[in-house]
């Protein structure tokens, strides 16, 4: 299963940075005694190699409970199955996991991680709706680790040249869309289109957009808005059948959206924060000439999705005391400025989000802040696989245009009522 990294130790000056940000956690060589001791970290890939230092660092101030850090496979759907498959197993091997922020309730109700104390974590600091994503059925599950929300990305240099805005509404959109990015050759609009979770998010923001809900288990009504899932689903057939949401859009995933703005053949496109800081590099056609903005809604800005992953304790794990304290580790000031610094991850503290030094070399901060504190999680399902796979298989065809909005929208409503009237997953569990 993947690889292990063990990390060794790095330089001895770094116990003094632990301990101002480890929250107050004892020192180390705390032995294995009252849940102490070495902690398996797994994620999936560290694309870009900061979590290693991370944690070389913290094996530097407290080697009696030192971390191994465990990578999975980059793509999200593998990392899912194979932490459930040794979850499920029983294993005591994994104790942190990083999951993504729509695995949290999945994850919570088969009982495979701990809750947590609250108190333990120092979430006042951190952005309020992040929070709510490692919560479920009222009890805290996980930490937020790293956020994100869905960006409107567009070619400045177009927009000025011919007098316009970037689109508040979505008929604003629709237009420039439609009749300004053909005069220049370009692409209207792409977000993430595939079959796949990103899919699910796109057609999820649509509906909350449009002032729908999704289901939720927690109160909530357990089937979509119809009228509101007519409406964002219109919205994305329109662009089909009218063209300015092109035809290879159907096939984008993150990173093939990401290289079609990149290289200059969109007016528009919806994606996550780390784009800005790749579209800005030397070698990408649209260097100096994009900027972002929230994402549009029906009558004026829309609402993204919240993305990110939480960072969660293993049920099984022998040493949840350390495992808590690694936590807050992770998610400390410090840290966090190195998580978006070195990482090109949207921190989860509110602070970083105003600071001169870091908006100066991330200028999208402000605008990531307003459209996370205007953002909302994904669905709360401990059927969350279910859900998602249902939004993909409706919206894949309405955009084919296969099936009419209007019939889509039916559709999910009846398709997520039947899920979340199946019995409970909690028989999952293996405690």
Known sequence: MGWVRSVARGALVVAVLLAGCAGGAPPGGAGTAGGRGALTFVTAGDLTDYLAPLVEEWNAARPAERVSLVELPDAADETRAQMLSELRSGSSRFDVLNIDVAWTSEFAAAGLIAPLERGRFDLDAFLPPVVETATFRGRLYAVPYVTNAGLLYYRKDVLDAAGERPPRTWAELARLAGTLAPRHGLGGYAGQFLPYEGLTVNVTEAIRSAGGTVPREEGARAEADEEAARAGLSFLARGVREGWIPAEALWFKEEESKRAFEAGRLLF???????????????????????????????????????????????????????????????????????????????????????????????????????????????????????????????????????????????????????????????????
């Open 269 to 431: 496109l919806r994606n996550w924060p780390y784009v800005y800081a790749d579209a800005a590099r030397p070698g990408s056609k649209v260097a100096g000439r994009f900027g972002a903005v929230p994402l549009p809604g029906p009558d004026g800005p829309g609402r993204s999705v919240l993305g990110g992953s939480n960072l969660a304790v293993s049920a099984r794990s022998r040493h949840p005391a350390t495992a808590a304290d690694f936590l807050a580790y992770l998610t400390s000031e410090p840290v966090q400025r190195r998580v978006l610094t070195r990482g090109s991850l949207p921190p989860v503290r509110a602070s970083l989000y105003a600071d001169p030094e870091l908006v100066a070399a991330h200028p999208y901060l402000p605008i990531l802040r307003e459209s996370v504190l205007a953002a909302v999680p994904r669905p709360k399902s401990a059927r969350y696989d279910q859900v998602s796979l249902a939004v993909q298989a409706v919206a894949q065809d309405v955009l084919a245009l296969r099936t009419s909005p209007e019939e889509g929208a039916r559709r999910l409503t009846r398709e997520l009522a039947a899920i979340a009237s199946l019995p409970s997953r909690n028989s999952l569990h293996t405690r």
